[in-house]
């Protein structure tokens, strides 16, 4: 895998930034698109633009072709058992939301009980808290670990009998932690709970394959994968699926319709209810297209190495503080400067042309734990370079020098 070959695919990539050339390491957030991408929109809308499932014309069918066209490659991708699997979505917070109103809040009963972690993004945390609440049922979480990663015997401590569904994500988005989805999801089962899983940071990065991980329900978002916005995916078993309820109503998601009820389509259309997001599903086919072409062991690989390498460099600077795991870690590095502000770092890191991004990332408890309000991320994919990491380490030593931060010997 060549990264700077894959660079040249992406055009938005080959621009100044404060007269400086561009270092996007902000992908945790978004990723940038290929040509291949953009293309597949484009011919979308110049050639095919009509609604799905609905018209009998030569554009419906050629559309309805393509958006289940995609499906297929979403299905594969993950190894899912079958497309009904396959709910398309606008990314992981609708995902995981049609689960927590669509599932939980039909099965969870009061006294149930919800196990989630620290770690998670406000989009795998909130829901359930909603859904913990309409229920009557109590929010628990596995306890994090000094580095920011989870024990099996902190899991197998705190998943009981009375646990219902257990939701975790893959790969932290702050701390870079892979999570042991396989050995977690069979625990949940093994004591009677499902499990539903953010892979919203994981997806583009890991070879994901949800059989093999027997996890119940899996989320993910087309923009963190090369893919538009405003396009995702829900994997669920079918026969969860089934017994779940829609939670948006009108066309589309129904079969037969009177004056007083109605009953719904089969999977997956009975979820996505009136006109689907086709032109990002059709971008989503081609961001498959593109991602398994390179090839996504390359792309672990890559980027685990890149990490490492930042990992390093990063240490050798005075005052910069690392959070996370040392050892095994997904492609980001999260971290502080000193008592400098990180929104303040991410200025200055801009001025040299470098995108960071800076917050708490939506994970307020998650910053708690870690006791601090913020922290500066670098996030790295396939089209990151040594360099790009030279140029990061560069600017942080400047910034250092521009607010005059000495740490305390």
Request: hydrophobic letters at 45%; charged letters at 20%; proline letters at 4%.
């Amino acid at each position: 895998m060549d990264p700077i070959a894959l660079k040249a695919e992406f055009p938005i990539l080959h621009q100044d930034i404060n007269g400086h050339p561009l270092v996007y390491l902000d992908n945790a957030a978004t990723t940038q698109k290929p040509r291949a991408v953009i293309e597949a929109i484009r011919k979308y809308y110049e050639w095919d633009n009509a609604n799905v499932h609905r018209g009998v014309h030569t554009l419906g069918s050629r559309a309805t072709d393509a958006y289940e066209g995609a499906r297929e490659k979403v299905a594969r991708f993950l190894n899912a058992a079958s497309t009904r699997e396959i709910i398309f979505t606008r990314g992981t917070t609708a995902s995981l939301n049609l689960v927590a109103t669509g599932y939980a809040r039909n099965w969870l009963r009061e006294g149930d009980e919800i196990v989630i972690t620290p770690m998670e993004h406000h989009s795998n945390l909130i829901p359930w808290q909603q859904a913990a609440k309409a229920a009557g049922a109590t929010l628990k979480y596995i306890p994090l670990q000094p580095d920011g990663t989870v024990t099996l015997a902190d899991v197998e401590q705190t998943v009981t009998e009375r646990t219902k569904i257990v939701a975790i994500t893959y790969v932290s988005n702050v701390l870079g932690t892979i999570n042991p989805i396989a050995e977690i999801a069979k625990i949940a089962h093994n004591k009677g709970a499902i499990i539903v899983v953010d892979g919203a940071q994981a997806t583009p990065h890991l070879k994901v394959d949800v059989r093999a991980l027997d996890v119940d329900f899996y989320a993910f978002s087309g923009h963190k994968m090369l893919a538009a916005t405003g396009i995702g995916a829900l994997y669920g078993k079918a026969q969860l699926l089934e017994r779940m309820e829609p939670v948006e109503f009108g066309g589309e998601m129904i079969d037969f319709v009177d004056l007083y009820d109605a009953n719904w389509k089969e999977l997956p259309w009975k979820f996505e209810g009136g006109t689907p997001i086709i032109a990002g599903a059709v971008s989503l086919g081609a961001a498959i297209d593109f991602l398994e072409q390179v090839g996504l062991a390359q792309i672990d690989a890559h980027e685990k190495k890149l990490t490492r390498y930042a990992l390093e460099r990063l240490s050798a600077i005075d005052g910069i503080t690392i959070y996370g795991p040392r050892g095994e870690r997904a492609g980001l590095v999260t971290f502080n400067l000193g008592d400098v502000h990180p929104h303040d770092v991410a200025t200055v890191l801009d001025t040299e042309g470098i995108a960071v991004r800076a917050g708490h990332h939506c994970c307020q408890p998650l910053m708690r734990w870690l006791n601090v309000s913020a922290t500066a991320r670098a996030s790295f994919y396939l089209y990151n370079t040594e360099q790009d990491v030279d140029r990061l380490a560069d600017a942080l030593v400047k910034t250092k020098e521009f607010f005059g931060y000495e740490p305390v010997r």
